[in-house]
């Protein structure tokens, strides 16, 4: 059974600061992984979609990495800003077509 | 297009009430999702459709859950007696493509059964 981890489960930095959120998975069949932002009371947000032939994908300041071979991923966050904060989760869709979600990375940035 | 919508955005119902959610998919999505999310939980699919079809219902927890997709603009989601349990956010998302897209979520509907 596909099962998917996020390291740290909370994160608290100063602004400016470079970050990564990490996210392993146990089993590489996968199609594809997406990370999600969550803001509170809302609902999920793309960030990127890395599929499985990719190594990694760019958006902004936001840069996500997929090691499938080693089942992990990460989302490294460029001079975070207050805005940055939120939830931030990853998703692989494994074969069978199930996307199965980490239970995210509680990120903070302090101004 | 407005994304995805989901109504109501909240409600509160006591146990043995029927509930009914509802959710307006991205026109041009093939695939709509519904999900729950709970804090012990996480994210869980309960049931995703094709074309209108409902292709994989596994996740759906009890017979007392039902969905329906009666067009490509409309899909509903009842629970019917609802139960304390019950409470929790759900999510219906969308997508073009089922390995290759994106997934769009809507911004949930909060579900609170006394």
């Known amino acids: 059974k596909q099962e998917v981890t996020q390291i740290p489960a909370a994160l608290s930095v100063p602004e400016g600061e470079n970050l990564v959120l990490n996210c392993s998975f146990t089993d590489s069949a996968i199609y594809n992984l997406q990370w999600f932002r969550q803001d509170p009371g809302k609902g999920l947000t793309s960030l990127l979609l890395i599929q499985s032939s990719q190594r990694e994908q760019t958006s902004g300041r936001l840069n996500a990495s997929l090691d499938k071979s080693s089942g992990r991923s990460t989302l490294y966050i460029a001079a975070s800003q207050p805005g940055d904060s939120a939830t931030y989760l990853c998703?692989?869709?494994?074969?069978?077509?199930?996307?199965?979600f980490g239970a995210g990375t509680i990120l903070r940035v302090k101004s | 297009d407005a994304g995805v919508i989901q109504s109501p955005r909240h409600e509160v119902t006591e146990m043995g009430q029927e509930v009914t959610l509802r959710c307006k998919p991205i026109s041009g999505h093939d695939y709509l999702f519904w999900y729950r999310q709970t804090m012990m939980r996480g994210l869980e699919l309960l049931i995703y459709f094709n074309n209108n079809v409902p292709i994989d219902d596994s996740g759906m927890p009890e017979d007392r859950f039902s969905a329906k997709m009666p067009n490509a603009s409309f899909s509903t989601l009842k629970i019917q007696p609802s139960e304390p349990r019950d409470s929790a956010v759900y999510f219906c998302?969308?997508?073009?493509?089922?390995?290759?897209?994106?997934?769009?979520f809507g911004e949930g509907s909060r579900l609170t059964v006394l």
């Open positions: 998703a692989v869709l494994e074969y069978g077509n199930k996307l199965v």
């Open positions: 998302a969308s997508s073009q493509g089922l390995n290759t897209g994106e997934l769009f």
